[in-house]
């Protein structure tokens, strides 16, 4: 029986091509099999359409559970509102796994629900930064331990705020959390239900809400320019979703019948608006932005939040970088309680000294009697 000859190995190559220019794929199939993760944060007052959005830029119901009360008995609707309004702003985490072509995403939405509901809202932004600095230090954890090779990524690395359209631009609550979350996270201004407003309204809002971003130095996400060797198709659709932010879109996930197809979009009266169509709002240029940007959004904040974040952390020589604002709250607290101790003390000396001259006075009265 003769011995079968090992195969030969051939290079798969054409001669003088060494192979390195298939790094890319190799980064490309590792990735895939890998899968991406990215967590997005909404936060707006209620009522702007902010469960409605997501579900509709991602096709998958990210809230199966949550029950939103009708108008039919009005004691239970009261009571439900009063609970709203008496509420704290509360953090609510929902992640799923979508796959798409091979591709697995595992997308993480933090809800903010009770943001802006209450009468004071001066404080309801604490818990947001609190559980921005929270991911960041558990990242920094995982990073600095022994096993690193399966760290879970929870940084917020996007968050879409929601500005009402029927206010006349920014409100202060609006200017103060962009300014406190604004070198946290990457900030994407959103104009929720844009079906409320006018092609003119629109501009004219967008042109406002800018203006007044420039005037509070509020910095919000930038996109990159296009290099210099992408193709033009790219380079003006980079062009045309720059020139629309702030994003005024419109959600919904019902389909509508129009012009002989089924569309999603909303039924008026007067007509239907799509809301998959460039013409009547901007939805598909924020999924497109959001989307093509995902690997961005991703390095800035590893690259300057978290670096930031990071650097603040190692220059306190690893203590919890605590929030200045809370700092400042503190202190402010502090000094309260100790100058109405004082002034608990000055009444409890000033009763103690109407006491003893009252006293005083009584003994006086005594001797003068037995003189």
């Known amino acids: 029986m003769s011995k079968q000859q090992p195969t030969q190995f051939i290079n798969p190559e054409t001669p003088g091509y060494v192979g390195f220019a298939n790094l890319p794929n190799q980064v490309h199939r590792k990735s895939v099999k890998k899968g991406f993760e990215f967590t997005l944060m909404v936060v707006g007052e209620s009522g702007l359409g902010k469960s409605t959005l997501i579900n509709s830029l991602f096709l998958t119901d990210l809230y199966p559970e949550r029950v939103i009360p009708g108008a039919a008995g009005t004691e239970v609707s009261t009571l439900h509102y009063m609970k709203k309004i008496e509420r704290t702003v509360q953090i609510e985490a929902s992640t799923v796994e979508i796959e798409e072509r091979g591709v697995k995403l595992r997308l993480t939405v933090v809800d903010t629900p009770g943001y802006g509901d209450a009468i004071n809202c001066r404080d309801c932004f604490k818990t947001i930064i609190s559980y921005i600095d929270e991911q ?218 109407q006491l003893q001259m009252q006293g005083g006075d009584g003994d006086g009265a005594v001797h003068g009697h037995h003189v």
């Not at 070198?183 to 042109?207: F, G, M, S």
């Not at 320019?225 to 629309?244: G, V, Y």
């Not at 203590?319 to 100058?339: G, P």
């Open 136 to 353: 960041f230090e558990r990242y920094l954890h995982d990073e600095s331990g022994l096993n690193r090779r399966h760290i879970i990524d929870n940084r917020v690395h996007c968050c879409f705020y929601f500005i009402s359209p029927f206010g006349h631009g920014l409100k202060p609550l609006d200017v103060a959390f962009m300014k406190a979350i604004h070198n946290k996270v990457n900030i994407v201004p959103v104009i929720a239900k844009a079906d409320t407003l006018t092609l003119k309204e629109r501009e004219r809002l967008k042109k406002r809400i800018l203006d007044e971003i420039e005037e509070h130095n509020i910095k919000i996400y930038h996109l990159p320019d296009a290099e210099s060797d992408e193709d033009e198709d790219f380079k003006e659709q980079t062009r045309l979703l720059k020139a629309s932010i702030p994003f005024s879109v419109v959600g919904s996930n019902q389909l509508i019948e129009a012009k002989g197809k089924k569309v999603r979009g909303r039924l008026y009266p007067w007509g239907v608006v799509e809301v998959e169509n460039p013409e009547h709002n901007d939805f598909l240029k924020l999924r497109t932005m959001l989307i093509t940007h995902m690997q961005d959004l991703q390095e800035v904040t590893q690259d300057l939040h978290y670096e930031n974040f990071r650097s603040e952390r190692l220059k306190r020589g690893g203590r919890k970088v605590e929030n200045e604002d809370m700092n400042k709250d503190q202190i402010l607290l502090e000094k309260e309680a100790e100058l109405r101790r004082m002034q608990e003390m000055i009444a409890r000396m000033q009763a103690q000294m």
